[in-house]
């Protein structure tokens, strides 16, 4: 029995003694986790940091890669390159892409930065001057300088078959030997310091780079105009240095770039050249001190960020994104900002590059030219303005509705008598009264695609929409606590993934769209097909992929801007983001004006 007592006593104390050595595995475990994280995180920024150490005080703009081999390999985890690589879809494009790729061989730099798993990648402008603008970039490299020594000079050869006239010299500078080719336009000098390659069109700019790398002040053979100035690094930079606290430790890509500088360069030069230009037109630029960007991938996304330094004009109450109240399970675009009458002309202006610009143009002048005052609109209504799309599976095509808040009712009835009129003025609107709302529809001809442009004005809200239905919808869920966008776990999962706005947010839910578009254009592609055989030579409709191999890659798209002490803050996150999908539409409208106007 006592044996037995005892054998239990061993085993009760061996047990202790195994959880207790299981503990402090855990505990040891957890802190090498955390050293680790912090010693990863504390290495990017030390990558950050030390190029902006490299630069002198007075850049103007760069841009930073931190890990090629990282961000291709995140980039190639993406949601946007799955989708590209999925088997259907490229089969899809084989066409296009064959000709593409026949005609634009694929360049072997990005093969070659690889091999030398470059890290640091960075260009910057140093300062814009009269003739040129000097700037100066680099990277680190792994291994040995010869096996990347090798890498660049098929580079300087390529480059020199590309010119005629070419002149090559070597000249020494401390410790570094510097390569320099001279061709009748300009000169590229190139210089090794360790594990870094640098290259510039300036050979005092690519010395003075040089003396930071070895951690050296600018020597006697650098002192020009401005070279106190560049003694200091873009490190020692308060407007740099206030935009990088707005980024990410951790990215793929950064810009930087100062405006203000910029346009105080270039008005100095002006002034030089006796050029004249309104100071009216260069105050929006005065007013930005920088404009810091970054893109980063997060778990098959892109995740941009950027910040734009400048006083705020005045401070409005945030967007309180009520609108969402107006949308349905089918809301598959959702914007809402706030707006100041004031900057009417500049939103004109702003669309002066859209096929919309003539019309709002007229509009504009339409309300001016009827007594339409900025204090009048500040009175009738809220300074929030909303957008919503909705495209119900039963529909063949999509609604659009906008929203403002209504401050004063009969200013606003007043006001809205005006928009009719500055919509169209040869337009016959009906007016009737609804449960205690307003509406106002214009009938049109279009009756193909049921355009009925119609306003509804309630106590509290003024709906503008396409047709009669969407905007009673839009009217009649606003008085629905169980209506509404916000309801949608797809839409509130998006929207929580970004800070609260306070001036700007849209929200874009990419794999609803693609379902409609694909159920309403895919018989038109196919029929398309019969009857217009050249149409098989961009893509075959007879091999469009399954709606389903396309949404599985696609999320929501979500942008969120908001001030944050000394300037504005706008975050994107999605399969593509916000600012990118803006920058194509623009781009496409552009490049569809300038090819209507040359034909």
């Given amino acids: 029995m006592a044996a037995e007592n005892n054998a239990t006593v061993t085993d009760r104390r061996y047990s202790r003694l195994l959880v207790k050595r299981f503990a402090l595995f855990l505990i040891i475990g957890v802190i090498v986790v955390i050293a680790l994280a912090y010693a990863l995180c504390l290495s990017r920024h030390s990558s950050a940091t ?24 995140e980039w190639r985890r993406s949601d946007i390159y799955q989708l590209i690589h999925e088997p259907a879809v490229e089969q899809l494009l084989r066409k296009p892409l064959a000709r593409l790729r026949k005609r634009n ?20 402008v140093t300062s814009i001057e009269a003739r040129n603008a000097p700037f100066v970039a680099g990277f680190r490299f792994r291994g040995n300088r010869d096996a990347a020594a090798a890498i660049i000079d098929k580079w300087r050869a390529q480059f020199l078959s590309k010119t005629g006239n070419a002149k090559e010299e070597k000249i020494a500078y401390r410790q570094h030997d510097i390569a320099i080719v001279v061709v009748p336009a300009f000169t590229v000098a190139t210089a ?44 020692s930079n308060n407007v740099f240095r206030t935009a990088m606290a707005h980024m990410p430790s ?16 270039l008005a100095a030069i002006r002034a030089a050249l006796g050029v004249q230009i309104a100071a009216a037109d260069e105050a929006p630029l005065r007013r930005i001190n920088s404009i810091c960007g970054s893109a980063r991938f997060e778990h098959g996304k892109i995740h941009d960020v950027l910040f734009t330094a400048m006083d705020r004009p005045h401070v409005n109450a945030p967007v309180t994104r009520s609108s969402t109240a107006l949308g349905s399970a089918d809301t598959f675009f959702y914007l809402t900002t706030l707006v100041d009458p004031n900057n009417w002309t500049a939103l004109g202006t702003a669309a002066g590059f859209t096929p919309v610009a003539s019309w709002l143009d007229k509009f504009l002048r339409a ?26 599976q039963s529909a063949h095509w999509p609604s659009f509705i906008l929203a403002v808040p209504v401050k004063d009712r009969l200013r606003a009835n007043q006001l809205a008598d005006l928009i009719t009129t500055a919509i169209d003025e040869n337009a016959r609107w009906v007016k009737s009264e609804k449960d ?29 929409g396409l047709n009669p239905a969407s905007v009673e919808a839009a009217i009649k869920r606003s008085d629905s606590s169980a209506a509404g966008i916000s309801n949608s776990q797809t839409y509130t999962a998006a929207a929580r993934s970004l800070p609260a706005p306070t001036n700007f947010f849209a929200y874009i839910d990419t794999n609803l769209l693609y379902s409609r578009l694909d159920a309403a254009l895919r018989p038109m592609l196919l029929l398309g097909a019969a009857f217009l055989p050249a149409l098989a030579d961009h893509v075959d409709p007879n091999k469009l992929p399954a709606a389903e191999t396309v949404t599985k890659h696609l999320s929501p798209i979500v942008f969120s801007q908001r001030y944050d002490g000394d300037g504005y803050v706008a975050e994107s996150i999605g399969p593509i983001t916000f600012d990118e999908t803006v920058i194509a539409a623009v781009t496409t409208a552009i490049l569809s004006g300038h090819q209507a106007a040359t034909r």
Avoid: C
Wanted: aromatic fraction near 10%; charge should be negative.
């Fill in 50 to 73: 030390k190029v902006s150490s490299l630069l002198p005080q007075e850049t103007v703009a760069f841009v930073h890669v931190p890990d090629f081999n990282r961000t291709r390999d």
């Fill in 105 to 124: 061989t694929q360049s072997p730099i990005f093969h070659d930065l690889e091999q030398v798993a470059a890290k640091d990648i960075f260009i910057a």
């Fill in 192 to 235: 090794y310091d360790g594990q870094w390659f640098f290259v510039s069109n300036d050979i005092d700019r690519l010395k003075e780079l040089l003396d930071r790398a070895d951690g050296r002040p600018t020597t006697a053979a650098t002192q020009s105009a401005g070279a106190q100035d560049r003694q200091l690094s873009l490190q």
């Fill in 250 to 265: 951790d990215y793929a890509a950064l810009a930087y770039l100062q405006p203000k500088t910029i346009t105080d360069k």
């Fill in 367 to 392: 309300l001016a030219a009827h007594g339409a005052t900025t204090a009048d609109w500040n009175t009738a209504f809220g300074p929030e303005l909303s957008s919503l799309a909705d495209w119900p």
């Fill in 436 to 464: 205690g709302i307003s509406y106002f529809s214009m009938a049109t001809p279009l009756g193909l695609f049921s355009l009925e442009p119609t306003i509804a004005l309630s106590n509290r809200l003024f709906v503008a």
